[in-house]
Nanobody
């Protein structure tokens, strides 16, 4: 059974930092790209970042470049999202997703096959 389990979402003050984790199981980790998406109330799901499990290449939305860093530990089948300099507009449910996709399409949620249940990140001003 494929599982993606996110953790690490909490309430944090603006300017603070947080690290999200995504633990994957049930599929060959190296064969999939892993993305982070977020969805705020009343807004569309937004691609935040993606990492290629095969070559480690990384991709970021403009809104998080320079503040967020994605990384993976292939030995643990886990992907991390380090979030620094958090802003209230980063408040959302954060999801990780896995897919065998073309990396140029990394920010299209439709391209992913498997999704986690999400973890809530709230940034207070």
């Amino acid at each position: 059974e494929v599982q993606l389990v996110e953790s690490g979402g909490v309430l944090v003050q603006a300017g603070g930092s947080l690290r999200l984790s995504c633990a994957a199981s049930g599929f060959t980790f190296d064969d999939y790209e892993i993305g982070w998406f977020r969805q705020a109330p009343g807004k569309e799901r937004e691609g935040v970042s993606c990492i290629s499990s095969s070559d480690g290449s990384t991709y970021y939305a403009d809104s998080v470049k320079g503040r967020f860093t994605i990384s993976s530990d292939n030995a643990k089948n886990t992907v991390y999202l380090q979030m620094n300099s958090l802003k209230p507009e980063d408040t959302a449910v954060y999801y990780c997703a896995a897919g065998g996709l073309l990396l140029r399409l990394w920010d299209l949620w439709e391209e992913y096959d498997y999704w986690g249940q999400g973890t809530q990140v709230t940034v207070s001003s």
